[in-house]
T-cell receptor, first 118, second 114 residues
Framework: AQTVTQSQPEMSVQEAETVTLSCTYDTSENNYYLFWYKQPPSRQMILVIRQEAYKQQNATENRFSVNFQKAAKSFSLKISDSQLGDTAMYFCASPHGAGGTSYGKLTFGQGTILTVHP | DSGVTQTPKHLITATGQRVTLRCSPRSGDLSVYWYQQSLDQGLQFLIQYYNGEERAKGNILERFSAQQFPDLHSELNLSSLELGDSALYFC?????????????FGNGTRLTVT
């Protein structure tokens, strides 16, 4: 079974500071994307950032960046200059399935609740 | 706005009843996924359709079924409802079913079974 582990159930950070959310995963896919999704209190699932496993360069989207370590199967999310609007639950997701049969479906971690304090 | 539309937003029903959740994918997306989000199980993949055909099944109960219609909208049918079926049900869509096609989620349907 594919597993995604987020070891931090809750995190908090002061506004304007930096926070890192951890994620480890297990997949038998050869090439794949990894994703971070954000779920604010409105409960909508919003794609934050994605990383292609074959790219060595870590993905960056404005204040969001990842630290991807393929050998360790680690995929952490760094949020710089945290804003109050970043308060949400964050989910790490990896492909679900084996041997190219994932067909795009994802396995999600249990989530990390991030609270940004003013 | 992701472009994925789910109706209804909220649904309250009694045990033993049957409900239908509806999803309209983003324009141009051929693949539809259903996920269940509950407090104890997190986000669980239920089922996937691609261009009208079932492609993959996850932890979907036999009491649940789904289909994707020729206009690509999808419906998730939940029957003989139990208290434990109370959850947030998400629909997501993607352009293809390939590994590099990100999922775009709707706002979910909150189901409460009393």
């Amino acid at each position: 079974a594919q597993t995604v582990t987020q070891s931090q159930p809750e995190m908090s950070v002061q506004e304007a500071e930096t926070v890192t959310l951890s994620c480890t995963y297990d997949t038998s896919e050869n090439n794949y994307y990894l994703f971070w999704y954000k779920q604010p209190p409105s409960r909508q699932m919003i794609l934050v950032i994605r990383q292609e496993a074959y790219k060595q360069q870590n993905a960056t989207e404005n204040r969001f960046s990842v630290n991807f370590q393929k050998a360790a199967k680690s995929f952490s999310l760094k949020i710089s200059d945290s804003q109050l609007g970043d308060t949400a639950m964050y989910f790490c997701a990896s492909p679900h399935g084996a041997g190219g049969t994932s067909y795009g479906k994802l396995t999600f971690g249990q989530g990390t609740i991030l609270t940004v304090h003013p | 706005d992701s472009g994925v539309t789910q109706t209804p937003k909220h649904l309250i029903t009694a045990t033993g009843q049957r409900v239908t959740l509806r999803c309209s994918p983003r324009s141009g997306d051929l693949s539809v996924y259903w996920y269940q989000q509950s407090l104890d199980q997190g986000l669980q993949f239920l089922i996937q359709y691609y261009n009208g055909e079932e492609r993959a099944k996850g932890n979907i109960l036999e009491r649940f079924s789904a289909q994707q219609f020729p206009d690509l909208h999808s419906e998730l049918n939940l029957s003989s409802l139990e208290l434990g079926d109370s959850a947030l049900y998400f629909c997501a869509s993607s352009v293809t079913q390939a590994w590099n096609s990100p999922l775009h989620f709707g706002n979910g349907t909150r189901l409460t079974v009393t």
